[in-house]
């Protein structure tokens, strides 16, 4: 309250004193330099109404009528008025009015052209003001910031140590189109700083008209947007990369119905064909030689549920989703063992009695069962190394061999890695990542990690 009292109290307090001023002035130089009283009045009034406005321009008004009429209208120190003196007055309020509503409407443009200079020097984009010729007449601080060059380095050159060569003739068919008034649309173009760092900026260019409406030059407004492109060229990265990922789930997809197929025909097929026709043969038989043949069949229900079992196992354990990760890899390392003949080495550490959520634990097993398949089909290896290890920087995964090793840049390249390309995009669905070092007769090593709060770890029940 009292912030919005004291400028207007302070308004009056200044039109008082501008009218004692004129009134000290006309009084004592008046004889010798104007003929008239008012003059120096007007110019209180002016100055009342310029630096406080409407309300102390009127109120300078009043008191100079009272002045002037008590100290220089005859009769002398009596406020009363003749003809003469009223049309004086009349004229005399009048040009004050005038002067009231000329101090009024440019003290108004000015705020206007101080806002306006305010918005354009704390702005975070580049205003730059550009004559018909291209060169530089203003450049604000947002410039500075953004092309790394100050206003004594640019104001005076061409506007064309921003723009690069290959956007020069369009700066060109630019500034021909303002001067035929037209602006600009906003447009996407390429500029460089002081350091020649490319820039990706978002420009409008305008006409800039003189008071006779006259086109003068150009105003241009740049936005740098280089973090908004490096956005979007991430995100058709991920775009890519999720098409590609769509494309592997459908070729993983049609080789798993594959390899049941080829289970199911391969060897439950043959199993139930064989089963089929003794049970055909076996009532044609003699008793003493059913019995041989039921003995078959019997052995062929039991390889069958075998192979059933097996089959299961490959898809997917059941013991992962009852026991957790830990029970799992240490049935899955000794079948291994038993298959291949190549020995695991497993060492573990803060996995013992948890449970990860359920993609984390069938990451973790599938990534390291595709990295023990691809060991025994290409390494030449007699041994593996297994880690598997949970703490605050997450859960790591290292499995090394001691086999052949690989160029893994060549490999990557001939397109045949893709069981190494399908760990990798394991880890990286659930935001993990994957290393891998091998050198040809070196052996080969795997690391994957997985971020913390991907785990969301909960203890073992019982």
Same mark, same amino acid.
């Given at each position: 309250?009292?912030?919005?009292?004291?400028?207007?109290?302070?308004?009056?307090?200044?039109?008082?004193?501008?009218?004692?001023?004129?009134?000290? +002035?006309?009084?004592?130089?008046?004889?010798?330099?104007?003929?008239? &009283?008012?003059?120096?009045?007007?110019?209180?009034?002016?100055?009342?109404?310029?630096?406080?406005?409407?309300?102390?321009?009127?109120?300078?008004?009043?008191?100079?009528?009272?002045?002037?009429?008590?100290?220089?209208?005859?009769?002398?120190?009596?406020?009363?008025?003749?003809?003469? $003196?009223?049309?004086?007055?009349?004229?005399?309020?009048?040009?004050?009015?005038?002067?009231?509503?000329?101090?009024?409407?440019?003290?108004?443009?000015?705020?206007?052209?101080?806002?306006?200079?305010?918005?354009?020097?704390?702005?975070?984009?580049?205003?730059?003001?550009?004559?018909?010729?291209?060169?530089?007449?203003?450049?604000?601080?947002?410039?500075?910031?953004?092309?790394?060059?100050?206003?004594?380095?640019?104001?005076?050159?061409?506007?064309?140590?921003?723009?690069?060569?290959?956007?020069?003739?369009?700066?060109?068919?630019?500034?021909?189109?303002?001067?035929?008034? /037209?602006?600009?649309?906003?447009?996407?173009?390429?500029?460089?700083?002081?350091?020649?760092?490319?820039?990706?900026?978002?420009?409008?260019?305008?006409?800039? %008209?003189?008071?006779?409406?006259?086109?003068?030059?150009?105003?241009?407004?740049?936005?740098?947007?280089?973090?908004?492109?490096?956005?979007?060229?991430?995100?058709?990265?991920?775009?890519?990369?999720?098409?590609?990922?769509?494309?592997?789930?459908? *070729?993983?997809?049609?080789? @798993?119905?594959?390899?049941?197929?080829?289970?199911?025909?391969?060897?439950?097929?043959?199993?139930?064909?064989?089963?089929?026709?003794?049970? /055909? =043969? #076996?009532?044609?038989?003699?008793?003493?030689?059913?019995?041989?043949?039921?003995?078959?069949?019997?052995?062929?229900?039991? $390889?069958?549920?075998?192979?059933?079992?097996? !089959?299961?196992? *490959?898809?997917?354990?059941?013991?992962?989703? *009852?026991?957790?990760?830990?029970?799992?890899?240490?049935?899955?390392?000794?079948?291994?063992?038993?298959?291949?003949?190549?020995? =695991?080495?497993?060492?573990?550490?803060?996995?013992?009695?948890?449970?990860?959520?359920? /993609?984390? @634990?069938? #990451?973790?097993? %599938?990534?390291?069962?595709?990295?023990?398949?691809?060991?025994?089909?290409?390494?030449? #290896?007699?041994?593996?190394?297994?880690?598997?290890?949970?703490?605050?920087?997450?859960?790591?995964?290292?499995?090394?061999?001691?086999?052949?090793?690989?160029?893994?840049?060549?490999?990557? +390249?001939?397109?045949?890695?893709?069981?190494?390309?399908?760990?990798? /995009?394991?880890? @990286? !669905?659930?935001?993990?990542?994957?290393?891998?070092?091998? $050198?040809?007769?070196?052996?080969?090593?795997?690391?994957?990690?997985?971020? &913390?709060?991907?785990?969301?770890?909960? &203890?073992?029940?019982?």
């Amino acid at each position: 309250m009292l912030g919005r009292v004291l400028p207007v109290v302070s308004g009056y307090f200044f039109a008082l004193a501008a009218d004692l001023l004129a009134l000290v +002035l006309t009084h004592f130089l008046s004889p010798w330099l104007v003929p008239s &009283p008012f003059p120096f009045f007007v110019a209180a009034i002016a100055l009342s109404a310029w630096f406080y406005g409407v309300g102390a321009g009127l109120f300078s008004t009043l008191l100079a009528t009272l002045v002037t009429n008590y100290f220089f209208l005859p009769p002398l120190y009596v406020l009363t008025l003749g003809k003469e $003196d009223v049309s004086r007055l009349g004229l005399f309020l009048l040009v004050a009015g005038i002067a009231v509503s000329l101090m009024r409407a440019q003290r108004l443009a000015a705020e206007a052209q101080s806002r306006l200079g305010a918005i354009v020097a704390s702005s975070d984009d580049a205003i730059v003001g550009l004559s018909l010729d291209g060169l530089v007449t203003s450049w604000n601080a947002g410039a500075a910031h953004m092309y790394g060059y100050s206003g004594d380095e640019v104001i005076g050159h061409p506007i064309s140590r921003i723009i690069l060569s290959d956007f020069q003739f369009q700066m060109k068919e630019i500034l021909s189109s303002i001067r035929l008034g /037209e602006t600009t649309r906003q447009f996407e173009t390429i500029h460089r700083d002081k350091a020649e760092k490319p820039i990706d900026v978002s420009i409008t260019i305008s006409p800039i %008209r003189n008071k006779e409406g006259h086109i003068s030059g150009a105003s241009m407004i740049a936005r740098d947007i280089t973090g908004r492109k490096q956005a979007e060229k991430k995100l058709q990265g991920y775009t890519e990369q999720l098409q590609l990922l769509s494309r592997r789930l459908v *070729d993983v997809q049609e080789n @798993e119905r594959r390899f049941i197929a080829s289970e199911l025909h391969d060897e439950i097929g043959q199993t139930l064909t064989g089963l089929k026709l003794i049970m /055909e =043969v #076996a009532p044609h038989l003699p008793p003493d030689a059913m019995g041989e043949k039921l003995a078959q069949a019997q052995q062929l229900v039991t $390889d069958l549920f075998e192979q059933v079992s097996r !089959l299961t196992l *490959d898809l997917r354990p059941p013991m992962l989703d *009852d026991l957790g990760l830990l029970p799992t890899l240490l049935w899955h390392f000794k079948r291994y063992t038993d298959v291949t003949g190549i020995k =695991v080495l497993f060492q573990h550490a803060g996995i013992e009695n948890k449970r990860f959520p359920t /993609e984390i @634990e069938t #990451a973790t097993y %599938r990534i390291i069962q595709e990295a023990l398949t691809n060991v025994a089909r290409h390494a030449s #290896a007699d041994q593996v190394m297994v880690w598997v290890v949970d703490d605050s920087q997450g859960l790591n995964i290292q499995i090394m061999d001691n086999g052949e090793g690989f160029d893994f840049s060549s490999t990557l +390249l001939s397109g045949k890695a893709s069981g190494l390309v399908g760990i990798r /995009e394991r880890a @990286e !669905l659930l935001g993990g990542s994957l290393t891998v070092q091998s $050198d040809p007769g070196q052996g080969t090593r795997l690391e994957v990690d997985f971020p &913390p709060e991907k785990l969301m770890v909960a &203890p073992l029940e019982g």
